[in-house]
T-cell receptor
């Protein structure tokens, strides 16, 4: 059974820092990997989707990489801002488009 | 605007009561999903449906029931058999294209609490 782990569970950084969030998964037979953002009491907003054949995706200050063989992905956030404070979730999909989620990383960016 | 609407935003359940959470989408998506999120944890799949009048159990279906009578709607009933229903419930939808996984789009969730 697929298991997804996110480290760290919580992170607090000063504004302007570059930071890396980690996601690992146990079964490399995935179709894609997605990073989501969740604000308190809200639904999920998709940030980046990496297909299994891709190595990375970029959107603005966000860059996500995927190493399928080692079962790892990282989300890099450049020049962090207080508005980046949220919980970040990664999820992997299998052949039936079922998503398995990690527990999330709760990020706080201090002004 | 196209999107997914969940209602109500907050819901309270009394002991022994069934409650139904609504999920409606106007994205013309074939597939719809229900997830449960507990504090500080990721999402777990309750039920999903890839086509009208058909649905499948996810990882934690016990104590829940669903119906899919219309493409746009996928209501979730939390029955009295669900002993720990307090959680945040999220509905999602996606295009269903076998062999080509499509991103899921999420609603804003319903928070269910026990009185």
């Amino acid at each position: 059974k697929q298991e997804v782990t996110q480290i760290p569970a919580a992170l607090s950084v000063p504004e302007g820092e570059n930071l890396v969030l980690n996601c690992s998964f146990t079964d490399s037979a995935i179709y894609n990997l997605q990073w989501f953002r969740q604000d308190p009491g809200k639904g999920l907003t998709s940030l980046l989707l990496i297909q299994s054949s891709q190595r990375e995706q970029t959107s603005g200050r966000l860059n996500a990489s995927l190493d399928k063989s080692s079962g790892r992905s990282t989300l890099y956030i450049a020049a962090s801002q207080p508005g980046d404070s949220a919980t970040y979730l990664c999820a992997v999909s299998n052949a039936g488009n079922m998503l398995t989620f990690g527990g999330g990383t709760r990020l706080m960016v201090k002004p | 605007d196209g999107g997914i609407t969940q209602s109500p935003k907050y819901l309270f359940r009394k002991e022994g009561q069934n409650v139904t959470l609504s999920c409606e989408q106007n994205l013309n998506h074939d597939a719809m999903y229900w997830y449960r999120q507990d504090p500080g944890q990721g999402l777990r799949l309750i039920y999903y449906s890839q086509i009208v009048n058909d649905f499948q159990k996810g990882d934690i279906a016990e104590g829940y029931s669903v119906s899919r009578e219309k493409k746009e709607s996928f209501p979730l009933t939390v029955t009295s058999a669900q002993k720990n229903p307090t959680a945040f419930y999220l509905c999602a939808s996606s295009i269903w294209a076998p062999g080509s996984n499509q991103p899921q789009h999420f609603g804003d969730g319903t928070r269910l609490s026990i009185l």
